[in-house]
C-alpha cells in the first residue's frame, strides 16, 4: 500500500492506472475509520482493479464552531486497517497541500443542498462539493462509493456529477449500523457512555416511522411526530431537526405519496449525530 | 471531421484517444469563427494530437439584457473553417443537452472574478467557469487553449484550474487583430461603418498608454487618462471600464512597479467590446 500526500504524484499515478487500462475505484473519507468505511472500501474493491482511499479532515466544511480542530484524527491506525484491507493508495494530503495561499474557487449544488444541514450548517456543502470535485480531479476514479448515512450529501454529489458530466460512478452504500442500530460514525467517539445509551433512539424513531408506514400511515406530520415522540426520551437529545422529505429532490412533502426520506440530525451531548431511513409509500 | 453533439459521445471518443495515448487539444468557443479563434485552434494543433473545438453559445454567462438571443450564430460556415483547418472534432451541443432539467451546480472563482467584467457583469464569470469546468469534464482535453482578448477570463480559468486540481495544461494565446489594430471579436459584426471606424480608438489607447510607459511614466492615474482622452475621440463611444490593474491578481496598482494591465471595456454603439494590454515597468 502506497502513501501518496502531494497532488502531483496522485495525478501521476491514476494516469499511470489509466493507461494500463484499470479501473480506479475511490473513497474519499475524513480517516478515523470505523466498519462503515470499511464497508465502502470493500465495496469499492468489487467494483474496480485498484482502490484509493482519501484522508483527509476538510477544513471547508465546517462551520466557525464547529468541530474541525476536535475532530478525530488516527493515520496510523487508519493506515493499518487499510492495509489490512487491500487499498492499493491512500492519499492524505495536508490542508495546505488542497487549499494553497490565494485559493478562491469553490463548486456548489444549489436546490438539494438548501434545506436539512445545508439550513443547519451554512457552507457545509459548499465545502464537501469543492473537495469532492477537486479530489475527483486528483484521483481521477471510474467510480466511487459514499455511505448513504449522508444522505443529503449523497444526492448532492449525485447532482454535481451529474450536472458538471464528471465521468464517475457514484455508488451510495447502505448505512452500517452498530449491533444496536446506532449508525457508525466517526463522531460517536464524542458520547458519554450514557449519552451512546441515549443515541440509539435515532435508530429507533426511524425505525418506529418505519413500522407506521408498514402499518398503512401516510401523514407526514404523523411519521414525523411518531419519531420525534421516540427521540424525546433521551434526555440528552436535542432535535437539530427531524424532517420527511421528498427522497430524490428533498422537497418538502406532506403525504409520503412517494418515496420519502426521512432525516433525523440530533445532538447527543455535544457530538450532533444524523441519520435517515428512505420510505416508499 | 466529426461533429458530435451529445455529452455521452464525446466522452466516449477522449476515452478511446486517452487510451490510444492521444494529445487531447481542446479551443472552446462560442462559434462565428473568426481569425482569433482560428489562431488558437492552429496552436492547440501544435501542441496535440487531436484538436477539439466545441461551439456553444453558453447561456449562464450573458447576463439579463445582454446579447444571448442575438449572438452572432452560423454553424454551417464554422465547420467549413474549422474543417479546412484539421479540427478533428467539434462538439456542439444543445442548451438543453449542457443545462437540462433540474440542473444546479455552478463553478465559482472568487476575487480575480470581482472588479472589470465580473462587476459589470453579475454572474457572467460563474456561467463561464461553469460551463467550462464542464467542458473539460467532457471532453478531457490535455490541453486548452484560451485568447488573451478576454484576460480576465483567461486569468479566473487559470486560477479555477489550479484552485480544483484539473489536469489540463491551460495555454493562453495573444490578442489577434485586424490590420488597423482593432481585436477580432465575433461582436464586431455588430458596429456599423462609422463605429468600425471609431471602434479602433480601443487599440489606439493601449498603444497610446504603452507610448507613455516605454517614454518612462508609472504613474497609473497617468496611464488610465490618456487612454481615456484617445476613447474620448469617438462621439459614439462610452467607457464601460478603463483601468490599470496587478497582471496576476487584477488588484487594484497605483503605480506601474510590478506587471499590470490596462484593461477597457466599452460600449461603440451597441457593441460592448473589450481589449487589454500588458505593462512591464
Redesign the interface.
Known sequence: MRVIDT?GEM?QQA?LW??E?RVIGFVPTMGYLHEGHLALMRCAKEKSDRVVVSVFVNPTQFGPGEDFERYPRDLDRDLGLMASLGVDVVFAPSVENMYPQ???????????TRPLCGAKRPGHFRGV??VV??LF??V?PHVAVFGEKDYQQLLTIR??VQ?????VEIVGHPIVREPDGLAMSSRNVYLSPDERKQARLLSQALAEASRLVEAGERDGSALVSAARKILAQGPSIRIDYAELRDAETLEKMGALDRPGVLALAAYVGQARLIDNAVLQP
Do not use: C, P
Open positions: 497532488v495525478q494516469n489509466r493507461r487500462g490565494g485559493f478562491q474557487t469553490y463548486v456548489e449544488v444549489l436546490e438539494v462539493t469543492t470535485a477537486k480531479h486528483i481521477k447532482r454535481m450536472d458538471l458530466a464528471m465521468d
